[in-house]
């Protein structure tokens, strides 16, 4: 028996436990200095508000609440906000809801981190992302995303590996198609087969210059890493851009 879900891809394969257990090694350490460097370089004010887009279980949104931020985390999975919100206190709010249309209020800053974007079937829900982030910053706030850099990930694309997590072999393709970095995911659990895929816009630095423009958003900064050093088209591994 295979198991391959019809709805899109992502809030089928988000809702598994298995998404989880795939990339439960994921360095964390690493995200977390990513969000000290980067709410230092904007200089979001002490008791600042942030609004985290496709925030998963909300593990980030928790540790920028630590920093003394008010952060709501929003991700369009209903199994992620139910786990996150048994996080929830005064200041650090979990809801599902779809970032390509606006989320009530607005905020000291929006992150949209560790390539959550580039999911849509619909490309106009690209635009309408950055066009309600756009309408969520305050006067003073700033926008952040956090994409992979297309041109570094194809150069090193790995076609086929696969990889042993909690006794479950995951057999990992990967391609590119249609303008689509696409992950095939295969694996066998409890007598059943399961098959996922993963398709992210390759979006470039030029594809979010368009968006930005078409949006009527101003990029103020790129930078290809997490300590925010210089990007470099071809040896960066992130594209990280700031906005607003």
């Known amino acids: 028996m295979t198991y391959s879900p019809k ?6 394969w988000f809702d598994t436990p298995y998404y989880h257990i795939l990339y439960k090694d994921r360095d964390y350490a690493e995200a977390q200095i990513f969000m000290d460097n980067l709410t230092n370089y904007l200089n979001i004010p002490e008791d600042g508000s942030i609004l985290d887009l496709a925030c998963g279980r909300g593990r980030h949104a928790i540790y920028l609440n630590k920093l003394g931020y008010r952060v709501t985390g929003i991700d369009l999975s209903e199994q992620n906000i139910a786990h996150a919100k048994q996080y929830e206190k005064k200041d650090l709010t979990f809801e599902v809801h779809d970032m390509s249309t606006p989320f ?4 000291d800053a929006v992150f949209n981190l560790f390539t959550s974007f580039g999911y849509f079937e619909d490309d ?8 309600s982030i756009k309408q969520e910053l305050n006067p003073a706030g700033f926008g952040v995303i956090d994409f992979m850099n297309v041109p ?7 076609p086929q590996n696969s990889k042993r997590v909690e006794g479950i072999d995951f057999n990992l393709k990967r391609h590119v198609e249609d303008g689509y ?18 398709r992210v816009k390759a979006f470039t630095l030029s594809d979010f210059e368009q968006l ?6 101003y990029l103020l900064d790129v930078f290809g890493d997490y300590h925010l050093g210089r990007y470099h088209p071809q040896n960066s591994q992130r594209l990280i851009m700031i906005f607003k």
């Open 7 to 12: 709805k899109q891809w992502y809030t089928s």
């Open 124 to 131: 106009s829900a690209n635009l309408k992302t950055i066009k």
């Open 212 to 217: 930005f423009q078409d949006a009527g958003v």
């Open 152 to 158: 570094f990930v194809t150069d090193h694309l790995v």
């Open 104 to 107: 009530p209020g607005v905020f």
């Open 181 to 198: 970095i696409i992950k095939n995911i295969s694996f066998s659990h409890q007598g059943k087969d399961f098959e996922f895929a993963e």
